[in-house]
């Protein structure tokens, strides 16, 4: 099998950070602010099923990490707000954690890859449904 480069790997694991980093934020607003279990609960298990990986190759994924080098660090887009509500907060995270799992999905299909697309794909869709039903709640 195929080792794979460190510039793939500086992908998955901006990417898992991601999905992670999102995911909590709608954990907590699930659980804190909506009080909702069955929500904090769907997210907390989607979290630890997707960010919590083999510690070989998480290893792999800290050696290939440049924060400090890295070139979209400081990128901001023209014109996107400072402030947002809580809904926008959702929708945001949402969108965020849902690219990443399509990026995820495609990096599993590398040759050496050892992660599972299909876990990745299912997620997102499962994540469509959270954020649908998040928006209801506080939305009432």
Known sequence: MAELPEKTLRIIDANLNRIGEGLRVLEDVSRLLLNSGDLSQQLKNLRHRL??????????????????????????????????????????????VQESLRVMEEMAKLPGAVLDSEKYKQARFSLYTIEKEMLARLAA
């Open 51 to 96: 960010v919590i990986i083999e510690p070989a190759l998480e290893r792999k994924l800290i050696q290939a990490r440049d924060a400090a080098g890295d070139v979209g660090r400081d990128l901001e887009v023209p014109g996107e707000p400072k402030h947002r509500d809580v809904s926008a907060t959702v929708v945001a995270n949402s969108r965020r």
